[in-house]
Nanobody, 114 residues
């Protein structure tokens, strides 16, 4: 099992990034998938979910700025991040929802400079 997040980087406030997650898990199309993030000194939090049927949900902190999507043809989950703020600085991970401990990958670092 492997969920590899990529696409992070350093951007200025107001910038955009698109994260990708390649998921090597069985029955991907039937899984609810999520993007999580962990900022320095804080707990990991779920910020965006896309269900197996394609419905989406967002935390209040990213609603209206981030968009989660999935492509079941190649087992990939995306996170389009717009209007980035310094408080979005974190390591971003993908996992199923609810998360499974053995599915955590290394994540991808997003740094937003002011």
């Amino acid at each position: 099992v492997q969920l590899q997040a990529s696409g992070g980087g350093v951007v200025h406030t107001g910038g955009s990034l698109r994260l990708s997650c390649a998921a090597s898990i069985s029955r991907f199309r039937f899984k609810h998938m999520g993007w999580y993030r962990q900022a320095p000194g804080k707990q990991r939090e779920l910020i965006a979910t896309v269900t197996a049927l394609g419905s989406t949900n967002y935390s209040d902190s990213v609603k209206g700025r981030f968009t989660i999507s999935r492509d079941n043809s190649d087992n990939t989950v995306y996170l389009q991040m717009n209007s980035l703020k310094p408080e979005d600085t974190a390591v971003y991970y993908c996992n199923v929802v609810p998360s499974q401990i053995d599915y955590w990958g290394q994540g991808t670092q997003v740094t937003v400079s002011s």
